[in-house]
């Protein structure tokens, strides 16, 4: 059985950094483009950054890109959103996902979600 599993949010304070991990078991990561994802309260779900399963590349949307980097310990099996500088406006449920590619449209798997709430 197929299972992601994400952990490390929680509260922080605006401009406080956590890290997001995102935990496989039953599928190997480094197969698998990973993808973060985050939904609000009110708005629709968004990506955030995605590592790539060929060569490591990255992306990010251009509201995180200098503030939070993605990547993947192998050995582990987990990939990892180190967020810093942290803003309210990041306060969402976070997810993490596995497909064939980045871009691809649905991804095939899906982690439960952690929290994050930035605010003081």
């Known amino acids: 059985q197929v299972r992601l599993v994400e952990s490390g949010g929680g509260l922080v304070q605006p401009g406080g950094s956590l890290r997001l991990s995102c935990a496989a078991s039953?599928?190997?990561?480094?197969?698998?483009?990973i993808g973060w994802f985050r939904q609000a309260p009110g708005k629709e779900r968004e990506g955030v950054s995605c590592?790539?399963?060929?060569?490591?590349?990255?992306l990010y949307a251009d509201s995180v890109l200098g503030r939070f980097t993605i990547h993947r310990d192998n050995a582990k099996n987990t990939v990892y959103l180190q967020m810093a500088i942290l803003k309210p406006e990041d306060t969402a449920v976070y997810y993490c996902?596995?497909?064939?590619?980045?871009?691809?449209?649905?991804?095939?798997?899906w982690g439960q979600g952690t929290q994050v709430t930035v605010s003081s």
């Open positions: 996902a596995a497909s064939a590619e980045c871009s691809d449209y649905e991804y095939d798997y």
């Open positions: 039953g599928l190997t990561l480094d197969y698998y483009a």
């Open positions: 590592i790539s399963s060929s060569d490591g590349s990255t």
